[in-house]
């Protein structure tokens, strides 16, 4: 999938290895394996199918349109595929782009 990033600094965290061990030495691992996952797949359906951490969903409420992945126990990195407006699962699957959101725990209330 080509990504893209909603800003600077989310794209040196997921990007540069060495922003990544100094900010999140805790999830590097996992982050590294996500972000891999997404570029090496052609759409959000081969991503969901063969990433080895597994378990990308879609999310939901004010957080309709975006999916996660997990990232630790309860940050998760968030993605929004870029599926020109389309709100069919099959179309949303077949999306070749997206746009990482961050690092999020979304579960705190």
Known sequence: MKLIFKN???EKLCTDEKEMRKRRA????????????????ATLRDVIANDPLGNWHPLHGNRSGQWAGKVSSNERLIIEPLSNGEIRIESILATTAAEVQGIEDYHKG
């Open 8 to 10: 600077k600094t989310i």
């Open 26 to 41: 805790d999830i590097e691992k996992k982050l590294r394996l996500r972000i891999n996952a997404l570029e090496v797949h």
